[in-house]
């Protein structure tokens, strides 16, 4: 989430594209359990 990563609108897009792109790759595991503050 944008809150938690604390980065603005157009670098949170960029940040998601990657990450979802880095787990087509297999770099970044796609868990379920997601780590809650």
């Given at each position: 989430?944008?809150?938690?990563?604390?980065?603005?609108?157009?670098?949170?897009?960029?940040?998601?594209?990657?990450?979802?792109?880095?787990?087509?790759?297999?770099?970044i595991?796609?868990?379920?359990?997601?780590?809650?503050?």
């Open positions: 989430p944008r809150r938690r990563t604390g980065v603005c609108a157009k670098h949170q897009r960029r940040l998601a594209t990657t990450i979802k792109r880095a787990r087509m790759l297999a770099i595991p796609i868990t379920e359990k997601l780590v809650r503050r």
